[in-house]
Every structure is written in C-alpha cells, then in structure tokens.
C-alpha cells in the first residue's frame, strides 16, 4: 500500500463514515489541531523529568487519537448510522482533575501571573498548553457551527490545565521556579 493517494490534491479530504470536504472546513482544522497537538507532546516528552508526568502525556496522546477519530466522522453517513469507533474516555476529563489537584499540592500558591519558560521541559509544555488551546478554539468553532463537540471541549479544557501545573512541576523538579511576570514600569 502506498502512504500517498493522491486523493487530496484538489484541496478536498475524507471523513470517517464518507463524504469529502475541503481541507479548509471546521472540522479538518479541528482535527489539525487535535493533531498537532499530539506532536507537541511528544516532542515535550522528550524533554521531562517527571516519568509519571510522561506516562500521564503517553496516555493522552492515545486518547487524542480516538478523540481525533469522533471528530472526523462524517456525519453524512449513509443510512444515519455511525462509524463504529473507539470508545472515548469519558473518564478521562476527572481523572486528569485528580493530576491537577496532587500536582498543585506540592506547589506553592500561585500569587502571580507566569510567563512561559524556566527549564527546557516547562517551556515545552507551556508551548503545548498554547498549542492545546488552540486546538480547543477549533474544537468550539466546530460546535458552533453545529457539529457537537462537547467531550472534546471539556477534554481539551481539562487538559490544558494538566499541562499549565505539569510546566510548573517541571520548573520546580528542576530547581528552575516558575518565571513570573513583571509589571512594566515607566
């Protein structure tokens, strides 16, 4: 089997379940999104010291994959039925909740803003927190466009925060503290 079809040369592209649409429609910038963002995290985890913190994001990349699948369905599927996909992790969005609050309990309260950066792992997942809100701005495009995406937008939200506290962990494993913003004088 080739990787090339040459099938999205004119610009259209294919969904899960049939049907074409351009490459510039809701729903493929979305899944572009969602995309990129996978490859922000694993370029992150290249970087981190935290092994429980790359296993938490290896688990995550997996779950984008199946969260990219529900995204690209058609929904001009033949018959009104659905592509059997797999199963999105409902829970996933409470569990990362959990990650959040044992990480935020070995920080110190945040009294500022902080500007991304500190060690090389923290700013890595800063950029993919930057990354993972766009995704989520396509994902609200999307259902505003009437295409429903709520388990998407609860997932992405929830996971955004994930990576906000896991580059503050990430700065203070390495002795590095967050870089906090300071108010321009003059």
Same mark, same amino acid.
């Given at each position: ?24 429609? *809701?729903?493929? =910038?979305?899944?572009?999104? +969602? !995309? #990129?963002?996978? %490859? ?5 985890? @290249? ?44 829970? *996933?969005?409470? =569990?990362?909740?959990?990650? +959040? !609050? #044992?990480?935020? %309990? ?5 009294? @500022? ?44 939200? *929830? ?28």
């Amino acid at each position: 089997m080739k990787l090339y079809t040459r099938t999205g040369d004119a610009g259209q592209t294919g969904l899960l379940g049939g049907g074409r649409v351009g490459k510039s429609d *809701r729903r493929v =910038e979305a899944l572009g999104a +969602i !995309d #990129e963002l996978n %490859a922000s995290i694993g370029r992150a985890l @290249a970087g981190l010291a935290s092994r429980q913190a790359a296993e938490r994001l290896a688990l995550i990349q997996n779950d984008l994959f199946v969260l990219g699948s529900h995204v690209a369905q058609s929904d001009r599927l033949s018959g009104g039925g659905r592509a059997r996909l797999p199963a999105l992790p409902d829970s *996933r969005p409470r =569990e990362m909740e959990a990650w +959040i !609050d #044992e990480s935020q %309990a070995e920080l110190p309260p945040l009294r @500022a803003f902080i500007v991304p950066g500190g060690s090389r792992g923290a700013g890595e997942l800063h950029l993919t927190r930057a990354v993972c809100r766009r995704a989520e701005r396509r994902v609200v495009a999307l259902r505003d466009a009437g295409a429903g995406a709520a388990f998407a937008m609860r997932y992405l939200n *929830r996971l955004s925060d994930l990576l906000f506290v896991l580059a503050r962990r990430e700065n203070q494993a390495a002795g590095a503290g967050d870089v906090l913003w300071k108010e321009p004088s003059g």
